[in-house]
């Protein structure tokens, strides 16, 4: 089903294990191949809850990464991850790349915190871990309980719970490819100091 498909999955230290190593399996079973893409050097650092887990190689160093080398981006959770790459602009220039080609997206739980940085969430619906509501409303996101959403090839979940339900539309829609309307999104949020003089 995604045989051929590259998937980058972006994390920083801190992220909550589960929503990265299930999904990974998930993808990779589905036949794409997945790269793990981080600010940390050689490895980062996975969470269960509030308790160091296990350690991953980082496949590609965020400052070479480029999204026309992927397919897909998955945003895995966990409270540390997604605030720390909030701050860096490589970061968040690489998450907004993805939706300026109308590619793919899916984040879950704290994962959409990154989304209101690049801001890309304006006019979407979602949902998110639940601390994340106010933040996403205010960012112009109509917010929603569910387990999965999915809006325009944009997928989010709230918690690892979700994360059956979150792999199944997942993979729907990192196959069906790029989505137009992703990329149309995109553009008409586009704070003025990037759009193109």
């Known amino acids: 089903m995604l045989n051929g498909k590259r998937i980058a999955i972006l994390v920083a230290d801190g992220f909550e294990q589960s929503e990265l190593t299930e999904p990974k399996k998930a993808l990779e079973e ?4 997945t790269k793990i893409v981080s600010p940390a050097q050689k490895e980062v650092q ?4 509030y308790d160091h887990a296990d350690r991953f190689p980082v496949d590609v160093p965020l400052d070479q990464a480029k999204a026309d080398d992927f397919d897909a981006l998955l945003l895995p959770g966990g409270v540390a ?3 720390q790459l909030r701050m860096l602009p490589k970061a968040v220039q690489f998450i907004r790349a993805f939706f300026d080609a109308g590619k793919p997206v899916a984040a879950i739980c704290h ?3 990154t989304l209101i940085e690049a801001d890309v969430v304006r006019g979407r619906r979602v949902t998110s871990w639940p601390s994340l509501k106010t933040d996403l409303i205010n ?3 109509e917010w929603v309980d569910e387990e999965v959403v999915v809006d325009n090839g944009l997928i989010t979940s ?7 339900a979150f792999n199944r539309k997942m ?3 990192f196959a069906e490819g790029p989505h137009p309307r992703q990329a149309q999104a995109a553009r008409t949020t586009q704070r003025p100091e990037q759009r193109p003089h």
């Open 158 to 164: 709230r918690k690892p719970a979700d994360i059956p």
């Open 30 to 33: 589905a036949g794409a191949e």
């Open 81 to 83: 991850n997604p605030d």
């Open 46 to 49: 996975g969470w269960k809850h």
């Open 111 to 113: 994962g959409p915190w």
């Open 139 to 141: 960012a112009g996101a």
């Open 171 to 173: 993979i729907e829609e």
